[in-house]
Structure formats: C-alpha cells, structure tokens
Nanobody, 121 residues
C-alpha cells in the first residue's frame, strides 16, 4: 500500500509559479510511474503529466507543455510538479498518483487527497 500526500498548493496571481510536492509513505515509489492530474469545479479529472519510474521519460498534456515540469526523487520517495506561467484556467485541485504506464496511458493505482491551486486574474 502507498500513501500519497500533496503539498505546495495555494493562491497565486496569473503569470506566477507554484511547486507541488507529493510525498509517499508505506512503500517505495521506485518501481511506479507517477502522474499528476487535476480537477476543476464542475469538470472531470484530467491528466496533466507523467514520469516513468526511471525519471528519464515524461509526458505532458498539451495545455501545460512548456509551462509545467514533472520530476521525481526516488531517494526521497517524492514527485514534484513545477508550474510556471500559471493561468486562471489552471485553477483546480491537483492530485498525484502512483501507477503504471499502459497502452491507454497512465493508470493510477494509488491517489493522494489533492492540493488546491487557485490562480487569480
């Protein structure tokens, strides 16, 4: 079993930056692919970014390419999401997940509780 806890959310002005962290306990993340998702009010949860267990391969949703960067530190059992040039439409609850990369994309097996990110215009 893996427990995931996100931190680093908050309120920021448009154009600003935030860095989300996701710390895992209970089991090493070393063999898991890790992902970040988000859910805005009234919308479905959507994929944001994924990083392979090795850290050498990453994938991003088109709407965050060039602005967000996913990274991981297996020694610290943590994954991060650096978010730059934030826009009001990035406002959402952000979730990290530990899972697997499949033919249909990232599938999360374990999920955090989420961190609120609010971007003001």
């Amino acid at each position: 079993q893996v427990q995931l806890v996100e931190s680093g959310g908050g309120l920021v002005q448009a154009g600003g930056s935030l860095r989300l962290s996701c710390a895992a306990s209970g089991r090493t993340l070393r063999t898991h692919a890790m992902g970040w998702f988000r859910q805005a009010p009234g919308k479905e949860r959507e994929f944001v970014a994924e990083i392979y267990w090795s850290g050498f391969r990453t994938y991003y949703a088109d709407f965050v390419k060039g602005r967000f960067t996913i990274s991981r530190d297996n020694a610290k059992n943590s994954v991060y999401l650096q978010m730059n040039s934030l826009k009001p439409e990035d406002t959402a609850v952000y979730f990290c997940a530990a899972g697997r990369d499949t033919v249909v994309g990232f599938v999360g097996d374990y999920w955090g509780q989420g961190a609120q990110v609010t971007v003001s215009s």
